[in-house]
């Protein structure tokens, strides 16, 4: 007699990454592992030779993972059921139906003390001699109907006494869950190939069979086609579209053609365009396989491609193949792992590489046509440790680029490239918009119409009449001519309502008109300029709140983008507003990073407006998609308590493309004082990625540097225009965040200390309850909630602060600002100022500079800036003029002739009561003809008061003297430049003054004793 024990799936399983393994006498097989599953499904056939009823099927399910031996996995027991045959046998038609069974806990191992979970089997017993083709299977889900009956397809194989089958396309059955036998039409397949069934019973223990995809490694190619295989596939593979390649991307386009039809042109057998790439290429000896089932952890389609790639100018033709592999295929979504192996070129057997194309649906087009999108990704695997890894990386990566260059042109001549403005479907949607959008008079009639003001035209019209068809009555009482007053309590009564609902009705008109006016000309209004603009469809508004419970709001709309604002329109009496109001803002030279929304109630012109609730839009949280769609949640107490949301559909469009990036890098050359390049297609998708960032966003810089912590990590501060982020990798603990310019609230410079290693650190610290997704790699934060990011170990400090700086000034500060700091500046060669710690330097002039010394001096030009080099002689007077723990970084190059460097030092308790901290940044540059130097400096007091509020600004001109051979001239300025107003500015200007004309006179008198007193043995001066 043969057993079919059908697996169909377990449910509530304590464990992922398990299988099932049957016992039924000396016979045994098991099931593939599943991973990543609790309810896992199997859906396998097995058969066994049984030959007494007495016999048991024992079902266990074990938790298989990779993680204890070198040649064999580990197992672990979940669960165990057992099922006598006898009651198959007692069955009606000998087949149990569907049923599940709960399994028994393992007295030993993990899984004891455990709920165990269920699995749903179907088991069926066929009598020797008996019609297999007689019985039937069922294909089981959790959720069986009953309702059709529907065919079965199955593909299988029979090895000895038993057989194991998958049914990828089974579908369920009626009746009283009967057994289907496909045994019938395998007999029929077998014998029509001329093959027997076997029937050997000396067999003692058969060996686990393979299944269906399984044969096609075997040599049994699929008989189907390539549509039909497709069709297969899609009906059982589930699996997730993986992620990118982290190697980076190669091709990123939108075709106007169906994801189907473009999976299908580049991977049907005998694709036209695969032939014309190879001839392109000059790639000879192509061989195709066919298509075949594969099935390690999952089942797929899998072929092997091999070719010989032509020579280049460093290498030979080699023989290649490829590995490709379908990991996803559901009819709209295909992604394909392509494994190339080329061990003929150096170093080949070391590393493999790999394809990841992604086919996936895109937007309609205009006029019903579909699109779809092409992601091609990278990586290198490599399976030996090699010392030529870079070498390797470096050159795989240029030959793809070049490759898929030529992939990427032809498929361009073959199939049109969809242009993103194509795809979105922008113009529609405002359009549509448009359309539903109100006129004043139907928004008048809508608001109206009402009781009170049919009643007051009603009462009004009554009056009239009423006062048409009475006579004039005759004067009586108090009434004198032209003095008409109530006769009666009635006639009082009624004149007084008459008055209320006039009153009402006059302050509806008056609310109405008001607005109308205060919806200003923001609507529909168009956008000007080129750059990137910023469109916001205002749809409607759902539970917005009301500050009288019993009343409702008249709301309106402010939003604000880059320091600008757009408002919409009031809507009168309604928490369920409907604007469908397009508000464009003017082109931005910078791309935006965030949309402020808040929502007021109305209450007159003259009336501080209400706010109902507000919301904060992150564009670099969102897709495109999603922002083409976007229900925001508002923030507020009376917003939260009512679930107040609006509607939106946001457009970001940058109508001049690369241009537009091209000037945002020059205009911030400027800013920063150094070139910035643009960066290349595949190092903005490296950082896109690895940030999750849209992608449109660019990246404009990156320096190596040391977050500080409690533990110090070393990784990369990547700058773009929108963002400052910071990624390491760690022997694979990665660190990873990023935050926006808008969220610093300010920037400062830690002078060298023993704890930076001798380097200065940046410091940047973010605005109160900003940037919480990045707290894991804040070093503190402060009493009032704000984070703390501490860098340092800069290669070279000086571009990095300096490029910081620059961006973060040109996001953050307000024209007005920014007009009020270049209004301070003068020429970028004169004079340099720092804003925060040791800053980025910008220019001052001249002009406002006051001279508090000037001395000409009996030694020569060379020996006075020593005190300017860091030596011994510039620590010694430093020391001597009351400067402790005096520290200076190296003279870097900043421009062309122009060199800058750091100071720190702490005054003692004679120069300063406070005894603050100084931090300097100093550049020096060779006066124009050649005989002198001029000495910038920047001085930043800390641990002062006020100190936050000015910095000093000194200039040290030094030439050599035309009145005697060994001797020069020094002249020293002043100015002190105020960032912050304050009442004591007089004050201390004077007194910053007085001290330091003392000072400086002090500090050149020590010079030159220091300088005669070191040179006198020798008679030079």
Known sequence: MRLYVYVLQAKDLAVEDTYVKLKVGKFKSKTRTLRNALNPVWNEEFAFRVHDVGQQVVVSVFHHHDDSGFFNASKDLVGRVKIPVWLIANEDNQTLPPTWFSLEKPKHGSFKDKDCGKILLTISLHGKGHDISANHLLYAQPHIQHEENKELESTCKLSNDMFRSKAPCVKIMEGKHLLKAIAGRLEKLFYKNGETLRTDDSSSELSTTVSDHEDSLEGHSSSCSFEEAMELMSRHNQHEMPENLEGGILLDQMYALSAYELNKFLFAPDSQFRKDLAELEGTTEVQEGHWTWKSVDFSSLTRIVTYTKAATKLVKAVKASEEQTYIKANGQEFAILITVSTPEVPYGNTFKLELLYKIMPGPELQGGEESSHLILSWRINFHQNTMMRSLIEGGVKQGLKESFDQFSNLLAQKLKIVDHLELSDKDQVLSALQEEYQSDWELATEYFWNFTVVFTIFMVLYYMVHIFLCDSSKVQ???????????????????????????????????????????????????????????????????????????????????????????????????????????????????????????????????????????????????????????????????????????????????????????????????????????????????????????????????????????????????????????????????????????????????????????????????????????????????????????????????????????????????????????????????????????????????????????????????????????????????????LNYATTMWEPVKPGVCERHVSYKFNRHVSIFGGEVTCTQQKFPIANGEGWIVNEVMVLHDVPFGDHFRVHFMYQIEKSGLARNACTCDAYIRITWLKSTKFQLRITRNITEKFIHRLKEIFELVEREILFATEPDGQI
């Open 477 to 883: 009482g108090l009434e004198i001519n032209g003095l008409d007053l109530p006769d009666s309590f009635g006639e009082l009564i009624t004149s007084a309502v008459l008055i209320i609902v006039l009153q009402r009705v006059y302050n509806m008109v008056s609310h109405f008109i008001q607005a109308r006016l205060q919806r200003g000309s923001d609507h529909g209004v168009k956008a000007q300029g080129d750059g990137w603009v910023l469109t916001v469809a205002l749809v409607e508004g759902v539970n917005l709140a009301s500050l009288d419970s019993t009343d409702f709001s008249d709301p309106y709309v402010v939003f604000t983008c880059n320091g600008k604002t757009r408002t919409s329109s009031v809507k009168l009496q309604t928490r369920d507003p409907q604007w469908n109001e397009i508000l464009e803002f003017d082109a931005m030279e910078e791309p935006p990073s965030v949309l402020d929304v808040e929502v007021f109630d109305f209450d007159g012109p003259f009336d501080q407006a209400a706010s109902l609730g507000h919301a904060e839009i992150n564009f670099l949280k969102h897709t495109s998609t999603e922002l083409a769609d976007l229900w925001v949640p508002l923030d507020g107490k009376l917003a939260q308590s009512s679930q107040s949301k609006l509607h939106l559909r946001i457009f970001l469009d940058n109508n001049k493309g690369v241009e537009a990036i091209k000037e945002y890098l020059t205009k911030m050359e400027k800013e920063v004082g150094k070139k910035l390049n643009l960066r290349s297609p595949h190092s903005n998708s490296t950082f896109q990625k690895l940030f999750g960032l849209p992608p449109d966003e660019f990246l404009i810089s990156d320096f190596t540097c040391q977050l500080k912590r409690k533990l110090p990590v070393q990784g990369r501060l990547f700058l773009s225009a929108r963002i400052v982020g910071f990624y390491a990798n760690l022997f694979g603990h990665k660190t990873k965040f990023f935050f926006l310019w808008e969220d610093i609230e300010y920037i400062q410079v830690l002078p060298p200390s023993l704890a930076s290693v001798g380097s200065p650190s940046l410091v940047i610290v973010l605005r109160k309850d900003r940037g919480l997704d990045a707290r894991h790699g804040a070093k503190s934060q402060d009493e009032e909630g704000r984070l703390r990011f501490h860098f340092q170990s800069f290669v070279s400090f000086n571009v990095a602060s300096r490029t910081i700086m620059a961006l973060w000034r040109t996001k953050t500060f307000t024209p007005d600002k920014k007009a009020q700091i270049e209004d301070e500046q003068q020429d970028e060669e004169d004079f340099p100022i720092a804003l925060e710690g040791f800053g980025s330097i910008v220019d001052v002039e001249n002009a406002k500079m006051s001279k508090i010394y000037t001395a000409e001096l009996p030694i020569s030009m060379t020996s006075l800036m020593e005190i300017f080099d860091g030596g011994k002689l510039e620590h010694k007077i430093m020391e001597k003029s009351g400067c």
